[in-house]
């Protein structure tokens, strides 16, 4: 509908980025989710991370499945790929396209339907094999779709907006990534911009399976007093391990911090992931720390929000197979198919 299209007029002082663009040349359609959704906040900070990277917006391919939460790459990065898969499917079709090209920057958003439930296996796979990407998880702990049944993360004695009480146990989402091997793992909330952009930022620039855990409040179906997806609760309960900026090695940045609170960690692509922490004692490079700080901090009935968990030595899909360099889909007949002489050489070296 045409209503729903931005005007394409940009005000001539518009600061652009490094590779010429405005923040507006990364926004998309106009959101027709409902006002006040926390999935508007999390587009928003994805436009802010990308144009801060100076990403150019073609070098994005954005894929998601089924649910309120794989509607949002049509209200950011307009000019990006993009692929809306059928439900809970999305991390096999990315997998697919990373391989075959891995030139592109993969950024999967999903929601916890659409991951925790019918997609579980997917996600499972996705972060044991270390795809390389940014994978979002949209989490309000309902199906917005269909009238606001809990889904697979609604925590054990949350109560429905008709007052029903949830008897299941959650899936834990963050916790299953930091078992299966991802290697940058963080969880926020949609009303805290400042702490979800350079989450999202540090995720794009990461070498290997990144994933991302967002509180994200379901205005019509779970933001009320027994949610604890609710903006109250969240906010009430958020215990934040560190407070972080994302600093581009483009350019030189000055900044003060006091003696012995930084933490820094070096990237693949030669950026600086830095920490500045609340915490003295929390170590965001050690995996089982982090899971033990999990349960212990969930046990309060506290939401831990931040950097969870990061690997600087990450790896990826790619470096396990050992393809080539080159991009799978740019290869020739005579690279793909190169005779039956390899083919001998192959087999031989299996036996």
Not at 177 to 199: C, H, I, N
Not at 237 to 248: G, K, L, M, W
């Amino acid at each position: 509908m045409t209503y729903l299209t931005k005007p394409r007029l940009h005000h001539p002082s518009l600061s652009t980025n490094k590779v010429g663009y405005t923040r507006r040349d990364y926004e998309g359609r106009i959101s027709t989710l409902c006002a006040g959704c926390g999935h508007d906040s999390i587009s928003a900070a994805i436009i802010q991370a990308c144009w801060e990277l100076d990403i150019e917006p073609h070098r994005v391919a954005k894929l998601s499945g089924i649910g309120c939460s794989s509607k949002t790459p049509d209200y950011f990065l307009g000019a990006s790929h993009g692929f809306n898969t059928v439900h809970g499917r999305m991390p096999s079709v990315l997998t697919g396209a990373n391989l075959a090209n891995r030139d592109l920057l993969y950024l999967g958003v999903s929601g916890d339907g659409d991951s925790a439930s019918i997609g579980l296996g997917q996600f499972a796979n996705a972060m044991r094999r270390g795809v390389c990407m940014a994978y979002i998880v949209e989490n309000n702990g309902v199906y917005g779709l269909t009238k606001g049944q809990f889904s697979a993360t609604a925590d054990r004695g949350s109560k429905s907006k008709k007052g029903v009480v949830n008897n299941d146990s959650p899936v834990d989402l963050v916790g299953i990534a930091l078992q299966l091997g991802a290697t940058y793992v963080a969880r926020s909330f949609s009303g805290d911009k400042a702490q979800l952009v350079p989450l999202i930022k540090g995720a794009m620039a990461h070498g290997g399976a990144a994933f991302i855990d967002v509180i994200s409040p379901c205005v019509t179906f779970n933001n009320h007093g027994g949610s604890t997806k609710s903006y109250d609760y969240v906010r009430q309960h958020n215990e934040a391990v560190s407070r972080i900026d994302f600093i581009s090695p483009r350019s030189e940045i000055t900044t003060e911090y006091e003696p012995g609170s930084l933490v820094e960690v070096q990237q693949h692509d030669g950026s600086v992931l830095r920490l500045r922490k609340l915490h003295p004692s929390y170590d965001p490079t050690d995996r089982y720390a982090a899971m033990s700080y999990l349960n212990s901090h969930e046990a309060r009935g506290e939401v831990v929000t931040g950097l969870l968990y990061v690997d600087p030595m990450a790896t990826d899909l790619h470096t396990s197979l050992n393809t080539t360099a080159k991009p799978l889909n740019s290869l020739g007949v005579k690279q793909l198919c190169p005779g039956a002489g390899a083919l001998d050489k192959i087999n031989a070296s299996l036996r």
